[in-house]
């Protein structure tokens, strides 16, 4: 196996033995690439800053000899996005989706797309006052990047085009249910198809006409929990930034 050579952003990293780093990058063509980076707790100087969490690289790894992980050579910082690592709430936010890529992207299974929104949030947000928006968008285009795209305007079971009102999201059903078909019971979600309209906009607008979107508070809130429940339902567990972030979340819908 050859040198890997690509662009890369940092989406998580933990301590292995007494001065080693295990770090996990989403890359543009290799998919999730996981390496050692060699006397990374030592030394800062080892790799400049390169590791902190969301920041973007170019980075070299050896592959291993035989089997395991292979060896960060190199990593030059392409951008770092100080104005997220410089308020609380936009690095919790940033920490949730460079969480559920880690989960959704696999190794050695290119995803370009999940990589250049993953690059287009961090830079959105970077430059966001609040970032919820940006946070919503990537939460709802990455399930379908993940191959869970939702038809977020019509009936799950009759197909028919959902109108004005209070509809029934269900797990079970796998999407929103018409006042026709009735509703699962216990597996539902009640939300407003204003919202399910904007979830639509999202997931087929291009990322340069998102700006033309208006959410209120209520329709945030309510596309935020069913989006939080759909990505827990499809990985079957949760991802640990969602416990961290609830108060921030709450607090911001208030």
């Known amino acids: ?30 998919g999730k690439v996981r390496a050692v980076a060699k006397g990374a707790r ?70 370009s797309d999940i990589f250049g ?9 970077s430059s966001n006052a609040s970032g919820l928006m940006a946070t919503l968008v990537f939460k709802t285009r990455i399930l379908s990047m993940a191959g869970y795209r939702q038809v977020w305007d019509q009936c799950a079971r009759c197909g028919a085009r959902i109108q004005g009102g209070c509809i029934n999201f269900s797990m079970k059903s796998g999407g929103c249910i018409c006042e026709s078909c009735g509703s699962d019971k216990g597996t539902g979600q009640h939300v407003a198809a204003g919202t399910l309209k904007s979830l639509a906009f999202i997931d087929n607008v291009q990322l340069s006409g998102i700006s033309r979107l208006k959410m209120g508070r ?12 759909l990505h827990c339902h499809h990985l079957r567990r949760a991802p640990m930034s969602y416990s961290v972030l609830g108060k921030i979340v709450s607090e911001e819908f208030r």
């Open 1 to 30: 196996m050859e040198t890997i050579e690509d662009a890369a952003i940092v989406v998580a990293g933990r301590d292995l033995g007494e001065s080693d780093r295990l770090m996990t990058f989403i890359s543009m063509r290799h």
């Open 42 to 111: 030592r030394s800062r100087k080892r790799f400049l800053n390169a590791l902190e969490p969301c920041t973007m690289l170019n980075i070299r790894v050896v592959p291993p000899r035989a089997t395991g992980l292979g060896r960060l050579d190199g990593a030059e910082i392409v951008e770092s996005y100080p104005a997220i690592r410089g308020s609380v709430k936009k690095f919790m936010l940033a920490s949730l989706c460079c969480e559920l890529a880690d989960m959704w992207v696999q190794e050695e299974d290119p995803h």
């Open 117 to 125: 929104l993953l690059q287009w949030y961090l830079s959105t947000l």
């Open 218 to 229: 209520t329709a945030q809130n309510e596309a935020w929990q069913l989006l939080a429940r």
